[in-house]
């Protein structure tokens, strides 16, 4: 943190269970001592869907100035008065999980609401929004290492440094199966503590079939916050364009729906459900993200192939062809090469 007078915003972004949180409430305790006044608005998305953008604004006024007794009678009188009291006192503003811009024009509208110094961190998986705010300071959440993600399992499943040597291989396939995300580690090692080494094979073999529930809904935020064509062309991607040029996808998509892809697919990028790889302008994502459009698809037809919209899973395209499941739901058949029992690449 420097030292200058100026009001800061800070935009932390990433996918759903990265650990955007925790590296906010990382800074907040680290640099909490600067400020005259604090106020960490958790949840910020879930609050004001279920008690409204009031209900955020008497909290941040409360936490500010220890008054329980601030009450503001509508948006527009809340953001008056956080003009007026804050503009002249140094905040340390912490809005956790922002999804809609009207939540920032309603807490922390512009720089010169905030006094001297002040700093506003927002985290969100919608990087657009940071951008509509004004939002210079931008920081992605990466992954954690493979050293990090080894270290977070063996806490959540041991509670302690001592593991048998037993345990290495199916340590080494959560670590695979995660790919760095903190929160499915937690999952995954806080449901497999005190299990034997074959309760953990058995139930990795369950979350690489159909992936867990608790993962599957904090990612499944981000896809039902997009519209219907937005959904179905994530859809399209996750379960068969990893790794395509995103030119030749566009291409395809266009011709599959008659649209220009350009909008879809940046909506998606700045959903932080997609990525561009700049150098090979290749299109990718987080493997869980893949599992999770993948499991979508799934639930369209648990049992029967054929009435699903995509098929990708070899097994599954030679069971619909050789017994003639086939419906007018299948859209998309993708025959792809190397695939693993979970129908990702390079697993067989």
């Given at each position: ?8 915003m800070?935009?932390?972004?990433g ?11 990382a ?33 941040l006024?409360?936490?500010i100035?220890?008054?329980k ?92 440094d ?12 959560v670590?695979t ?42 990612l499944?935020?981000?896809?039902d ?17 990893k ?15 008659g649209d ?23 299109l990718?994502f ?59 690449k390079?697993?067989?």
């Amino acid at each position: 943190m420097d030292s200058t007078d100026r009001v800061h915003m800070v935009g932390i972004h990433g996918i759903g269970g990265i650990g955007k949180t925790t590296l906010a409430l990382a800074i907040y305790n680290s640099i909490a001592d600067y400020f005259e006044g604090l106020c960490f608005l958790a949840n910020v998305r879930e609050n004001s869907n279920k008690y409204g953008l009031t209900h955020l604004q008497n909290i941040l006024l409360s936490e500010i100035f220890g008054n329980k007794e601030v009450k503001v009678a509508s948006v527009q009188h809340g953001t008056l008065i956080i003009q007026r009291r804050l503009s002249r006192k140094k905040i340390l503003l912490i809005l956790d999980d922002v999804d809609d811009h009207k939540q920032l024009q309603a807490i922390a509208g512009k720089l010169d609401w905030f006094g001297p110094g002040s700093r506003v961190i927002i985290t969100t998986r919608d990087t657009h929004l940071l951008k509509c705010h004004g939002v210079e300071k931008l920081h992605e959440v990466q992954g954690l290492n493979e050293a990090e993600s080894f270290q977070l399992l063996i806490k959540k499943a041991f509670q302690n440094d001592e593991v048998s040597p037993s345990y290495a291989g199916v340590l080494n396939r959560v670590i695979t199966y995660a790919s760095g995300h903190p929160f499915a580690l937690e999952i995954v090692g806080s449901n497999l503590f005190g299990k034997e080494v074959e309760d953990w094979e058995s139930a990795l073999q369950q979350y690489e079939r159909i992936p867990n529930g608790k993962i599957q809904q904090i990612l499944k935020i981000s896809y039902d916050a997009l519209e219907e064509s937005e959904q179905n062309i994530f859809l399209d991607i996750t379960c068969c364009f990893k790794g395509y040029n995103l030119t030749k996808i566009r291409d395809i998509l266009h011709a599959h729906y008659g649209d220009d892809m350009r909008y879809h697919t940046q909506q998606l990028v700045d959903k932080s459900l997609i990525k561009i790889n700049k150098l090979w302008h290749q299109l990718t994502f987080h493997d869980l993200i893949e599992d999770m459009g993948k499991e979508i698809v799934r639930q369209e037809s648990p049992k029967v192939p054929g009435k699903r919209s995509r098929l990708w899973f070899h097994e599954d395209i030679v069971q619909v062809l050789e017994e003639n499941q086939g419906t007018s739901a299948v859209e998309i058949i993708y025959f792809g090469i190397s695939l693993g029992k979970n129908g990702r690449k390079g697993e067989e």
